[in-house]
C-alpha cells in the first residue's frame, strides 16, 4: 500500500537528492568548524569537567557555579 502512494506523488526523487546534499552540507560544515579550533581552546575545554578550582564569580559577586 505504501509503495502504490509513493508511487502516485510525482518528484518523489528529488527529495532523496535534496536530503543527501544538505546532510553532506552539514556534515561538512561541522568537520570544518571542528577543524578550525584552536589547541589552546580545545585544552581549556578538555580540562574543564576535572577543574576543582573555586567558582568563578562575576563583578556584581554573584557566583556563576551551581
Known amino acids: 500500500m505504501i509503495q502504490n502512494v509513493l508511487r ?3 518528484g518523489i526523487g528529488l527529495y532523496g ?3 543527501v546534499c544538505l546532510f553532506f552540507l552539514v556534515f561538512s560544515v561541522a568537520v ?3 577543524c578550525r579550533l584552536k589547541k ?3 585544552q ?4 574543564l569537567p576535572l577543574d576543582d ?7 556584581k559577586g554573584i557566583s556563576n557555579h551551581e
Do not use: E, H, K
Open 8 to 10: 502516485d506523488i510525482g
Open 32 to 34: 570544518i568548524r571542528a
Open 17 to 19: 537528492v535534496i536530503s
Open 44 to 47: 581549556s575545554m578538555s580540562t
Open 53 to 59: 578550582a573555586q567558582p568563578v564569580t562575576t563583578a
Open 40 to 42: 589552546s581552546f580545545l
